[in-house]
């Protein structure tokens, strides 16, 4: 059989390996796909010292490779929204399939892309914008096919990971360790998108969708950083039993879907809490086969590479099946889809790590457990530290039961009201993962 | 569409939960599949309490199923080698597909039954045979097609990880803990193939086969049991900062292809050191994606069954498919697998621990270490304890750098002519597992 052509727009860290691994491994890719993939065009402005072309045809402009009829299959990985966006439009009314590893492009407007595939019959796959190397689309969406899924808990952001991991042990502030990651090229020059919980959003929203089968919304995830987490929160969250991850949690209630990227505490004998340092992972629990673990390399060239090829070798051998009969883009049929909602956040449920720095003041306890109990909230357990010599402040640090998180907001403000109670109450949202 | 018709031979544990799924989750299922997936007829000679069958068709003869025309599907969930091969054949003989959780007729049958299934034109699934329902054949064989794979490590076996935790967790003996395993229904009476490595190794085989593209060899793997295991290696080697698991481990090697299932040390912080109880872990390293690691239980009625119905998902969703396109039974062609070969153990390289049992003399080091050395063995680690009142003995545990299995026989033959070298000396392979 000929070889499937493949077009690759952008030849930056995962553009290089992509070409890298295809090439590399052309000859046991070949053994499992039946066929070879071949690399038949690149789009790139510029040279990747990594990624030794050869004689590959080389242009500039990524759209000569969608126009290209020699192309079956369109890789995009320029990143960004607007430029990507048309390239895959493009290429998929030019009845290209496409494989791309932008997660913001998925999430922002992956409705709309796989509506159009849909119309055109052709495949977007989009392994590589989750978790990197980490087959997890996969997972939930053919692994896990026979069960309702009930939830999804991921460490899917490598950069934030590592800043807390080093938090942690070695005891440095946020600030420290996020300027050590920019230094290393683990974070951006801008780091908002890692460490405010936007690119974690971007993934979650996608694992959401094709867990519950439910449109992309990106809009209506609530997404919380690290930034504002002290060595203090954890070192006090370890003395309870716990770590803190920044998680991406999604789970279906009865009265819709939780969609939530924050700082979790999370007990420390948790497969993981010990994930580490840039590495991702990600928990599914589904009402059949209870919870499992996915882990492996989050980013970089050739673990992102990995997801990209598996998906090359999807498409190549999907190239003569009925469009009606794939794996849906979403996991579901698309006239399946649910329209049950996403929650705000307020009415999500959980349960909550607090510090409220207090006088060291007779009753202050009291008064903490009435503001709580009134509202209907459990103590789970509670932790009242000596008063520090410097200020005579004694931090009262405790955790809840799971409640809806408007009766901590409550409770919170009717806390910071108490004359004893002096600046702003922490609160971290804790999460079992059993 | 028409729902695909489904028989279940064998209403077992696994049988029951995958009726009980595909009934509870039908709806769901049929969301993601595109149209309904229905058990038109069981085979069973005892009904099974768990499972409600209603109205379903049921037959004492499992080969009423493979002869019903309805059937598209067959399931065959009855266990065993003999039996269940001949079901497995006939169906394939009469046209239909078959889905599989028999680990044994895969490891020791799978060339034929697969070569049967090619000339027919129909997919033989076989995700439940290895680690319950973790997805783990779908992650090698589509989600890391882009890798050639180095290794596999797995702790593939709950009932061996249970004993293993409960050893190390409680300091109970291997005896103890068996017995116990066996009256809460973990273990079998006889429990030869869990604790002997046997259920490990049919496992381990499917997995290095689909991992290296090689025919299934299970002949050929070599098998070690937990029996021996005492609590004093159990407790040295946590003194060493490891953890003694189960392993089956599957190495590429030029020189061949390693497949063994034995006692391993693992250094105590890789989250595979942390899967406990009855949980199943299996580490994959590609050259691409690094290493990677899916977790969750291994076994049981309804995790098994998750792992069933995701395979019929699958071939609901191949029906309509090229019979030469799909994924491969051994994720490579049949016509490319590889006659690389399986190494004997004492070909295989590994780092080793050593408890040597010496008399309370000068000189014994010496003449250890010299042992080592001249078989060009180097030591990373050693720890003389004090010479134990009771019997004068002084043991001396070492680990040594990697290097061929036939030399550390050789070291243990010449140790245990020593004169100063009491009982024979303890032997236990050490993977690092980056």
Known sequence: MKPVKVGICGLGTVGGGTFNVLKRNAEEIARRAGRGIEVAQIATRHPN?????GATPITADIFDVVNNPEIDIVVELIGGYTLAKELVLKAIENGKHVVTANKALIAVHGNEIFAKAREKGVIVAFEASVAGGIPVIKAIREGLAGNRINWLAGIINGTGNFILTEMREKGRTFEEVLKEAQELGYAEADPTFDVEGIDAAHKLTILASIAFGIPLQFDKAYTEGIARLTTTDVNYAEALGYRIKHLGVARRTDAGIELRVHPTLIPADRLIANVNGVMNAVMVNGDAVGSTLYYGAGAGMEPTASAVVADLVDVTRALTTDPNNRVPHLAFQPDSLSDHPILPISACESAYYLRIQAK???????????????????????????????????????????????????????????????????????????
Do not use: F, W, Y
Request: glycine content about 4%; hydrophobic content about 40%; charged content about 30%.
């Open 360 to 434: 060291d003041h007779p009753g202050v306890l009291a008064q903490v457990a009435s503001i709580l109990s009134e509202r209907g909230i459990n103590i789970e357990s509670i932790m009242q530290k000596e008063a520090e010599e410097q200020d005579g402040l004694v931090p009262v640090i405790l955790v809840t039961h799971r409640v809806v998180e408007q009766r901590i907001d409550d409770s919170i403000a009717a806390l910071e009201k108490l004359d004893d109670v002096v600046d702003k109450v922490v609160r971290i949202r804790v999460e079992q993962l059993n």
């Open 49 to 53: 010292a990594k990624c030794d072309t």
